[in-house]
């Protein structure tokens, strides 16, 4: 597509329950990301997957969060039992290069109430 | 440890006035400094600096890099309300970096009232 979706954009969810996140990256682009950002805070970064190889999970806070990915195409990121410190917009991007900076899609606010 | 640091972390500004965001690094393997305006939730790129002593510029908003100094400045003149936003600086490193090659600052909120 022409540019990163991210479905959906805003997640309300219970206390406890699981939530799964999608990210549709740029056609062709290799390399895909998932960050966190909490209310007023920085890009906290999740986990990088680049093509075929493993990916760098060393962002995920703890293990209810899992991210896959098949191929060079979407991603879901899910956080299992949910909790109120979850709460944040989560933001993918891919890139076609590293480094020549990412795409951004427009994030998924989760709220858990 | 890789980090990248932006100061201040927010700013209060007047329409009219001129501003100075900075942006200081380490890292290893240093590649490329891009800077991210965002508004509500997706950052949007802004420049991307390789060179040092270059200067990069887009209406009223420019930027440059200082490889010995390992920081960066990003100025906005004559602010405008619309130039409300978070910044973001972020590093690129050589491939084999962790993050997946790019290290991002927390940012620098800036608010620009009438």
């Known amino acids: 597509g022409a540019g990163v979706s991210q479905s959906p954009s805003n997640k309300v969810t219970e206390k406890g329950k699981d939530v799964e996140l999608r990210c549709d990256p740029i056609?062709?682009?290799?390399?895909l990301y998932w960050y966190r950002q909490r209310l007023g805070q920085g890009l906290e970064f999740l986990i990088y997957f680049q093509g075929n190889s493993a990916p760098d999970k060393s962002g995920l806070p703890s293990d209810r969060f899992s991210a896959e990915r098949t191929g060079e195409s979407v991603s879901t990121l899910t956080i299992q039992r949910t909790q109120q410190e979850d709460s944040a917009v989560y933001l993918c991007?891919?890139?076609?290069?590293?480094?020549?900076?990412?795409?951004f899609g427009s994030g998924t606010r989760l709220t858990v109430v | 440890e890789d980090k990248v640091v932006q100061s201040p972390l927010s700013l209060v500004v007047h329409e009219g006035d001129t501003v100075t965001l900075n942006c200081s690094y380490e890292?290893?393997?240093?590649?490329?400094l891009l800077w991210y305006k965002q508004e509500k939730k997706a950052p949007t790129f802004l420049f991307m600096l390789?060179?040092?002593?270059i200067e990069k510029k887009s209406g009223r908003l420019s930027s440059i890099l200082d490889k010995k100094e390992l920081s960066s400045i990003l100025n906005i003149t004559a602010t405008q309300t619309g130039d409300s936003a978070i910044y973001l600086c972020a590093v690129a490193m050589n491939y084999g970096g962790s993050q997946g090659n790019l290290i991002f600052g927390k940012g620098t909120k800036l608010s620009v009232k009438p």
């Open positions: 991007a891919s890139s076609s290069s590293p480094y020549y900076g990412y795409t």
């Open positions: 390789t060179s040092s002593g």
């Open positions: 890292v290893t393997n240093f590649r490329s």
């Open positions: 056609s062709g682009h290799t390399a």
